[in-house]
């Protein structure tokens, strides 16, 4: 086998390889967009009604825990009867 057909060959080669790796990240980047696009539908959403009041009852929890906390700490300081 000459020289050449055996630089050819291998460009051959070379360049299958390519196709299949440029094919198989085709595949990739359109798994990512489809996943992507999944992603910003879910941020498009609107809050449903227990998202709300799972918000509100954080927000209520984490004021009573603020007003005991301030209540235990004045009592122990003595501020308070």
């Not at 051959?12 to 085709?26: F, I, N, Y």
């Not at 918000?55 to 004021?63: E, H, N, Q, S």
Request: proline share 2%.
């Amino acid at each position: 086998m000459s020289e050449f057909a055996e630089l050819k060959s291998d460009l051959k080669t070379l360049r299958q390889e390519l196709g299949s790796g440029l094919s198989a990240l085709d595949a990739r980047i359109g798994g990512l967009d489809t996943r992507l696009i999944r992603v910003e539908a879910k941020l498009d959403e609107k809050p449903g009604t227990a998202t709300i009041y799972q918000a509100a009852l954080t927000i209520f929890a984490g004021i009573f825990a603020a007003v005991v906390g301030t209540v235990v700490i004045l009592k122990n300081l003595g501020a308070m009867p």
